[in-house]
């Protein structure tokens, strides 16, 4: 739906910004904000994924998932600004691409911290410590599930 609003009101969201129509930086502000909203998806996973991971009191994850991000768009920009000669699309394009490398690690990361049989050995550990209390494998679970 960001996508979407994005794509069909980005002139009117530029205006609410003061970017006039006629300004000079107006063609190359819409290239960027139409193709920085593809990876809107990818940047709303990266941010719940993140607060996600540092509500468990992780953030080794995160800093992988922004190193991944940061390295991505070290070597993305560049190339697909200079050398493709894509000018402002490519400088979008970099951190669009960027922001899915940190997706990608993200959901590695989530998908093997959060697999099932994490969860049941999470559960088997709080059934032998007798806790009856909403625990983190029951939260995990919930999500899991």
């Known amino acids: 739906s960001v996508l979407l609003f994005l794509t069909m009101r980005g002139s009117k969201c ?47 994850i995160p800093l992988l998932a922004s190193m991944a991000t940061a390295l991505t ?25 960027s922001q899915v490398s940190g997706a990608l690690v993200y959901s590695y990361y989530l998908r093997k911290r959060f697999s099932s049989s994490a969860v049941e050995k999470s559960k088997d550990a709080d059934e032998k410590s007798g806790k009856s209390m909403l625990t983190k494998s029951k939260i995990l679970a919930t999500i899991v599930k």
Do not use: N, Q
Request: aromatic share 10%.
């Open 14 to 60: 530029l205006a609410l910004m003061g970017i006039e129509a006629t300004s000079d930086i107006f063609p190359h502000a819409l290239t960027y904000l139409s193709t920085r909203c593809l990876s809107a998806p990818f940047f709303l996973l990266i941010t719940v994924a993140e607060g996600a991971l540092r509500g468990f009191g992780d953030t080794r």
């Open 73 to 97: 768009m070290i070597a993305l920009e560049p190339l697909l600004m200079f050398t493709l000669g894509w000018h402002i699309k490519g400088s979008a394009a970099a951190m669009g691409l």
